[in-house]
């Protein structure tokens, strides 16, 4: 069965950082593009950043581009969102999710695997 687990979320003002991460059971994440996609209230889920089974070429939204990093730890089976510079923008519920052996898609009807997400509540 596979799981994917979100932590790190909290409450931080604007122009701080968090660290999310998503721990992986039942699948190794060295053989699935993982990604992180996020939903405000009352607005549909949008992609954040993904990065493929190979760790190359990471994308990002344009409106998180420069500012948020995602990672992967192969050994820890772990996948990792840096948020800097947060924005009230960015306050949301993020999720994890993972597709396969495949290239990092941006629809979240793509991807397979859901986390049930961490919130982020950014302040002015």
């Known amino acids: 069965q596979v799981q994917l687990v979100e932590s790190g979320g909290g409450l931080v003002q604007a122009g701080g950082s968090l660290r999310l991460s998503c721990a992986a059971s039942?699948?190794?994440?060295?053989?699935?593009?993982m990604g992180w996609f996020r939903q405000a209230p009352g607005k549909e889920r949008e992609f954040v950043a993904g990065?493929?089974?190979?760790?190359?070429?990471?994308r990002y939204s344009d409106s998180v581009k420069g500012r948020f990093t995602i990672s992967r730890d192969n050994a820890k089976n772990t996948v990792y969102l840096q948020m800097m510079n947060l924005r009230p923008e960015d306050t949301a519920i993020y999720h994890c999710?993972?597709?396969?052996?495949?290239?990092?898609?941006?629809?979240?009807?793509?991807?397979?695997?859901w986390g049930q997400g961490t919130q982020v509540t950014v302040s002015s």
């Open positions: 990065i493929s089974w190979s760790g190359a070429d990471p």
């Open positions: 039942g699948l190794t994440i060295s053989s699935y593009s």
């Open positions: 999710s993972s597709r396969g052996y495949l290239r990092i898609a941006t629809m979240p009807n793509d991807w397979t695997y």
